[in-house]
């Protein structure tokens, strides 16, 4: 695992917003911000979800969170300007910004990629990224310190094959992380990605149905690099894909 030590209370005082925040990673992340003191807004598609999250997190005696349904296949470029008017308005500033959600679409041979499966993971996977950012950095700018973490993959910087659509997406969102990080390098924002290695969630089960589920790392055991991005200790720290295991 990423070899950083979590110290308490390292995210009191800030604010975080989290896509995919509902499940796997995402809600894992979430409970552990919260944890550790920050609010968290969380963004996801299934109400239910980020609701159960809402409530374990009050369990907690955590700060209290918001919540933000929006299905990114859906989303256009004003749902995204209004919720960043919205995080603007009721936290005034965004101290860091979890990309996280994203689709796998089909795994099959790339002369069977259907149009519309790659229109839906790319829609997903990087045309949402792209818009969430451009709405988002703006309020970023107002912290005093603020990271914005993309999600990447094992496939995102070398090609596999049957990963069609999922893994040029990921190539194109560490693109992404790239062009930014390099934009800002001498502002207070810092941009970078994590790899997270093969993870016990619903993703990764319908990626790998027959693998034996018992020998992956919990969400909880990544977590150490998604404190780290968040945390003041990687300040200075922008440009990077780094791998969580
Ligand atoms: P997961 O368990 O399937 O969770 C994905 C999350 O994204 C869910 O909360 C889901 O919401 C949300 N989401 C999907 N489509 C959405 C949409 N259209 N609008 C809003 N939210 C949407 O997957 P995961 O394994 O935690 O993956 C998290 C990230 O890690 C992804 O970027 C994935 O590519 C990356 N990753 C995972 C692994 C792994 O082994 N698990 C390895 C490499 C990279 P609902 O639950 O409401 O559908």
């Known amino acids: 695992m990423f070899d950083y030590q979590i110290k308490d209370n390292c995210l009191s005082n800030k604010n975080i917003l989290i896509t995919g925040a509902g499940d796997g990673i995402g809600r894992q992340a979430a409970l552990t911000y919260a944890k550790l003191g920050a609010t968290v807004i969380l963004l996801g598609k299934t109400v239910k979800k980020l609701e159960a999250v809402y409530d374990e997190i009050m369990a907690l005696g955590a700060p209290e969170p918001a919540i933000i349904p929006l299905d990114l296949k859906g989303a256009t470029k004003q749902n995204y300007v209004d919720m960043a008017a919205t995080i603007a308005e009721q936290v005034g500033q965004l101290d860091g910004a979890l990309l996280n959600a994203s689709m796998l679409g089909e795994l099959n041979p790339f002369t069977q990629i259907h149009e519309q499966i790659w229109q839906d993971v790319m ?11 451009q709405a988002l950095i703006p309020t970023m700018l107002n912290a005093k310190n603020a990271s914005l973490v993309f999600t990447s993959s094992g496939v995102g910087n070398k090609g596999r094959a049957f990963w069609g659509a999922y893994s040029i997406s990921k190539f194109a969102t560490e693109g992404m992380m790239q062009v930014i990080a390099d934009e ?37 055991d990544i977590m150490p690099l998604y404190v780290y991005l968040m945390s003041d200790d990687s300040i200075g720290e922008t440009g990077k894909t780094l791998k969580a295991q």
């Open 184 to 220: 800002y390098d001498s502002s207070t924002l810092r941009c970078n990605a994590i790899n997270p290695g093969a993870t016990e969630t619903k993703m990764r089960a319908s990626a790998y149905p027959a693998e034996d589920k018992s020998k992956l790392a919990s969400p909880e």
């Open 123 to 133: 829609q997903v996977n990087v045309t949402s990224q792209f818009l969430l950012a």
